[in-house]
């Protein structure tokens, strides 16, 4: 099955500064990797996705790329912000296959 | 509130006790699924369905069992197979394979 691995395990930025966190997959057949972002005592929220017929992704501050040939793909946020300090869980599922395998989670700490 | 409602927030339990956990959804979605949250481990898919009287085990089923009767509902039943079921575990549904899932606000398990 889908193996997704998912690096850092926690970052600390300071406020402004940029934050990049990586993901790797194991199953070439994937082609949907959504990113979520859980606040501390909430519930996990979509805060992007990217699909494999796409290379990159931009959403405001932040965005998704992808590298289908190595199999990973990565979120990157700009001019970070306290708000952003949270739990970034990346995901991947396949056409055939409802199963959503997530990472292990990136906790972020924005230091202001 | 999402559309989607776990229930209880909190539960406990004695050790060797079977335990369910409620999940709806009044999003017409045909997918649901079941993690397990802990520290450290990200998400971990404990059992997923995509359809009425149907559903598929995760990478983590053993000592749990579901149900998909009806569409709305996808209820958790923790068995004492399970080894450490202390836990925080998340519902989510969504439409299918490659669209947002959709998470309740978690159910914190605690078996004494």
């Not at chain 2, 999402?2 to 979605?29: A, D, M």
Request: charged letters at 20%; a neutral charge.
């Amino acid at each position: 099955g889908e193996n997704v691995e998912q690096h850092p395990s926690t970052l600390s930025v300071q406020e402004g500064d940029s934050a990049v966190i990586k993901c790797t997959y194991s199953d070439s057949a994937s082609n949907y990797f959504p990113w979520y972002k859980q606040e501390l005592g909430k519930r996990p929220q979509l805060i992007i996705d990217i699909r494999s017929n796409v290379g990159e992704k931009k959403d405001q501050r932040i965005a998704v790329t992808l590298n289908k040939t190595a199999k990973h793909f990565s979120l990157h946020i700009t001019e970070t912000q306290p708000e952003d300090s949270a739990v970034y869980f990346c995901a991947a599922s396949k056409k055939s296959d409802y199963k959503l395998s997530f990472g292990a989670g990136t906790t972020v700490t924005v230091r202001a | 509130d999402g559309g989607i409602t776990q229930s209880p927030k909190y539960l406990f339990r004695k050790e060797g006790q079977n335990v369910t956990l409620s999940c709806e959804q009044n999003l017409n979605h045909d997918a649901m699924y079941w993690y397990r949250q802990d520290p450290g481990q990200g998400l971990r898919l404990i059992y997923y369905s995509q359809i009425v009287n149907d559903f598929q085990k995760g990478d983590i089923a053993e000592g749990y069992s579901v149900s998909r009767e009806k569409k709305e509902s996808f209820p958790l039943t923790v068995t004492s197979a399970q080894k450490n079921p202390t836990a925080f575990y998340l519902c989510a549904s969504g439409l299918g394979v490659g669209t947002e899932a959709f998470f309740g606000q978690g159910t914190r398990l605690t078996v004494v």
